[in-house]
C-alpha cells in the first residue's frame, strides 16, 4: 500500500520538492490532501497532476478561484478550519509541515493529535510551542521525523547508536547572503542582495532568516527539542560550502557527519521513506571535484539573532514565541522595504528585553505572547518610520 500524504505548504519550496519526491515514487505515495497560501496557480497545477481529494487555501477568495478551475468532487476548504482539516485527513497516514512561521503550530498539533506521522519542515512549531509539540507526539506516538537537510542528518548520524554516548552536536551553517561582508557592510544591503542565497533555492523568508542566521538559531531551539539535549551541547560552526549538514560527537572521539549535495528533497525523501532508502534523481556529491571543505566559528557579534536565539532557548518558556514572533514581523517589514536589514535584529532584541516570560505556558499563553510580541514589534517599525 502507498503511503497517503498530507501536504501543509505545497506551493512553497519545500512543497514542490516533496511533490518532486511524489512524482518519482507513485507506487510508494499517494497524495490525498494539500495546503497552500494564495498561489492559487500553483495549486490549480498541483491539483491537476496529484489529484488530491482535499484542498485549503489560506483565503476564501483563493479557494473559490481554486474551486472554479478544479473536478467538482474535490473539496475545497479555506483559512486555519481548513489547515486544520487537512492536517488530520482520515485517509492520510503522514503529514508533511512544510508552512512557514507560527502559522503551522495548530494544524501540526492537529496531526499528531490524529495520530499521523509527521514530517516536519515547519522549525516555527517547535521554536513557538517545542514542549507542547513533543510531549504531545509522545503522548499519542507519533514520530517526528525532520525534514530540515540539518536535523535530517543528525537524525541519520544518529541511527543505530547509543544516545546516552553523544558528547555534543555540531549544526552546520552557510552563512547565508552577506557571510562575507562585515556588519559595517550591512548597513545599506537591499532586499534583493538578501534573497540571493549562495547555496540553497529558498522561499524568501527563510532566505532572510538565513541571512540573519535566525534561522540557525531557530535550528539549535528545534534541534533542543528533537532531541533532547541542553543547549550547552548544540554547536554552530559556518561550513560555507553546505555539503556537510551537520555532524554528531560521540564521547570515544568519534565524530559522524552526513554528506550531500544541497538538494532539499534528499531529506524530504528520508523522512517519508525511512527506514528504508529509495532511488532520488538529484546530483551526486563528487568529492574530487569538490575539492576542499572549508569552516570558522559562528560568531555571537557578526550574528546577534544567533545569541538571541540561543539565550531565548536557554530561557525558555515564552521567549521562544517573542523571539519567532517579532522576527516574523521584522523580517515582514524589510521584504517590503518598510526597515533596514539590521533594523530586523535590533526589534527582535527590543521585544525580548521588554518581555516579562511565562514559564512552561499553556498554548492560550503562548498566542497572548505571540499577539503581544507582533504589537509590540508593530509598534516599533510604526514609531521608525
Known sequence: MPEKIAILGSTGSIGTSTLDVVAQHPEEYQVVALAAGTNVDKMIEQVKQFQPLLVAMQSKEAAERVAREIPSHINVLWGEEGLIEVAAHQDATVVLSALVGSAGLRPTLAAIRAKKKLALANKETLVTAGHIVTAEAKRNSVPILPVDSEHSAIYQCLNGEHFE????LLVTGSGGSFRDRTREELKDVTVEMALKHPNWAMGAKITIDSATMMNKGFEVIEAHWL????????????HPQSIIHSLVEF??????????????KVPIQYALSYPRRLPLMTERLDLLKLARLDFRPAD???YPCLRMAYEAGK??????TVLNAANEVAVAAFLKGNCSFLMIEEVVERALNAHNPVSCPSLEEIDEADMWARQFASDIMLHSV
Open 227 to 238: 532531541f533532547d539535549l541542553p543547549y550547552e551541547k548544540i554547536d554552530v560552526i559556518l
Open 165 to 168: 554516548d553523544v558528547v555534543r
Open 300 to 302: 555571537f557579534n557578526r
Open 315 to 320: 530561557a525558555g518558556g515564552t521567549m521562544t
Open 251 to 264: 564521547r570515544d572521539g568519534a565524530v559522524m557527519a552526513q554528506l550531500g549535495t544541497p538538494d532539499m
